[in-house]
């Protein structure tokens, strides 16, 4: 990807129009994209699932240009690519960027539309505003059928996100915002909240912060604890380059990658004292929409005695935009190791960012698990918010502000009405809140007793979501058919099917009555 600097990233706004949710290499005729930037709108292609990488040069207000990568996809037969975004300059020297030809709108925005993200956005309360907190990483059902993410599609079941910044008041609870404002429909089937009261010494992850159905295996549910985890003490990438500065810090700086092939990270932690306990603190998150033909699972080697790498574990990547991956190595390092060379992997469509990672050798604790039901949900229409998404320097930002939306990116169907959902996200029932662009779920959750003195509380909001994405015109747009627990691919054919019973074909009757048809 072309780099462009911080200040350009924050001076320059511009709209692209997405193509394409995700590469594929199973496609008919060519598997693979031409050279880089070669691709050029009109031009015949082949195969109608393919998406490749294409710069495009962005112009800002003071006339200085920066290129991002955006991507050009097949469709029926010819290549349609992104315009360049021209700045379009208002009084105070801000500006918007609109795009045209075969990729644009044509409608202006303050916020870029190329989206690498999935699901709702998380917006908590931090005590003095709504801060965007990550995003959340459910199902994504709708891409085509080679897609590696469609792998293990049946073993889907909710995920705890850690919220790093929200603040809990134990009398008056907290409110939690969840955004759609990506080009997609989101289908939320329960939400709820979890208090995980621990020492104050103690850091608490989730380990729903790893994804895992693409290698098809799900990773139950568990809180892990670290207590004075380390950073390295030397790293190196795969060419002999130090990069301990990338990773020692957490500041949305990653240590670089060869976009092109794989990498890998040396890393020397000193003595471990206890390897009964050791386990790898990953901050990362991941990169989607990477076109690739590569498959390989994230892993972790040691070096035994003798100077040989041994692979110790596999892991997953990043469950989306930043959040801390535990890889739990007790009792599977050889004796006296030292050295651990982490493989980031990629796997279509995506790759690993990392920006810090930590060793931590602390015994697990107990901690103290309150799950918490919301007293209010109500859905809202709210509009979109500005947000930049994630790509291989930055990770993804958003504002809990209010923008118009951008009608390329509706979904259409029937919605759930707005108003009280509050039934429909008590339990995992396949009784969704669906979400369409703009909309938002407000949950207030109620107070709670405060944790022990020398006590801290971490929240963790469980939430069960499927997403379909409305990236590519190949896919189809609409809502239906509901999708299900269980179901082994999307769209299903007989006999897999949505509940046909009473209770489901009464929700649908009651909530699913906000019908916007395609114009």
């Known amino acids: 990807m072309s780099n462009w600097s911080r ?18 290499t199973g496609c008919s005729g060519r598997a693979s994209c031409p050279p880089h930037g070669q691709m050029v709108t009109g031009d015949a292609c082949h195969g109608e699932q393919l998406q490749c990488p294409y710069d495009v040069t962005i112009t800002a207000c003071d006339g200085t240009t920066s290129a991002v990568t955006s991507s ?16 379009n300059c208002v009084d105070g020297g801000t500006s918007t960027n609109t795009t045209g030809g075969s990729a644009g709108t044509g409608i202006t925005h303050n916020q870029p539309t190329v989206h690498d993200s999935s699901c709702p956005y998380i917006f908590a309360w931090n005590g003095s505003e709504f801060e965007y907190q990550t995003d959340i990483e459910g199902e994504v059902i709708g891409l085509p059928p080679t897609a590696a993410v469609n792998r293990g599609m049946s073993r889907y079941h ?5 919220l790093t910044s929200a603040e809990f008041d134990s009398n008056n609870g907290i409110e939690i915002r969840l ?22 010494d103690y850091e608490v992850f989730s380990s729903s912060a790893e994804r895992t159905y693409e290698w098809n295996y799900v990773q139950p549910f568990k ?39 794989l990498d890998e990270y040396t890393l020397d932690f000193g003595t471990i004292q206890n390897p009964d306990h050791v386990k790898l603190l990953l901050d990362a998150w991941s990169k989607y929409k990477v076109p690739t033909t590569l498959d390989v699972q994230p892993f972790v080697e040691a070096m035994d005695s003798s100077g040989q790498w041994q692979t110790v574990r596999t892991f997953g990547p990043t469950a989306g935009d930043m959040k801390t991956v535990v890889v739990d190595l007790s009792n599977l390092l050889p004796a006296s190791t030292r050295l651990l060379r982490v493989h980031l992997g990629v796997w279509a469509p995506g790759r690993l960012l990392l920006d810090r990672i930590r060793l931590d050798e602390s015994a697990p604790i107990d901690v103290a698990l309150t799950y918490v039901d919301a007293n209010s949900a109500n859905l809202i229409y709210r509009g979109s918010a500005t947000t930049t998404s994630s790509t291989f320097t930055s990770r993804i930002s958003a504002i809990d502000d209010d923008i118009p939306d ?51 509380r971490t929240l963790m909001l469980e939430a069960d979501v499927f997403y379909k994405v409305m990236l590519d015109p190949t896919v189809i747009t609409h809502v239906e058919p509901l ?19 009473a209770a489901h074909a009464a929700y649908v009757q009651t909530y699913n009555t906000r019908v916007i048809p395609e114009p």
Not at 74 to 86: E, F, I, K, M, V
Not at 406 to 412: G, L, M, V
Not at 434 to 440: E, N, S, T, V, W
Not at 488 to 496: D, G, K, V
Request: proline share 9%.
């Open 7 to 24: 200040d350009s990233r924050k001076s320059t706004l511009y709209v692209l129009a997405a193509l394409g949710a995700f590469a594929s």
């Open 406 to 456: 951008d009608p390329a990116e509706y979904a259409y169907g029937a919605f759930t009405r707005y108003g009280d959902v509050l039934d429909l996200l008590s339990q995992a029932d396949d009784e969704f809140v669906i979400m369409r662009h703009g909309d938002q779920i407000t949950l207030k959750f109620p107070g709670a007793a405060p944790p022990p003195d020398g006590w801290v």
């Open 158 to 162: 909710s995920s705890h996100v850690k």
């Open 483 to 501: 999708p299900f627990h269980g179901m082994t691919t999307y769209p299903y054919t007989a006999p897999q099917g949505y509940p046909n019973d």
């Open 72 to 87: 050009c996809s097949c469709q029926n037969g010819r290549w349609a690519c992104p315009d360049p975004g021209t700045a």
């Open 179 to 200: 955004r759609e404002t990506l080009p997609e429909a989101s289908y939320f089937d329960r939400a709820r909240l979890l208090l995980v009261d621990h020492p104050a």
């Open 223 to 261: 809180v892990y604890t670290s207590k004075n985890a380390r950073t390295p003490l030397s790293a190196v990438d795969k060419n002999g380059n130090d990069i301990l500065d990338y990773l020692k810090d957490l500041d949305n700086t990653p240590a670089p990658i060869d976009q092109a092939g």
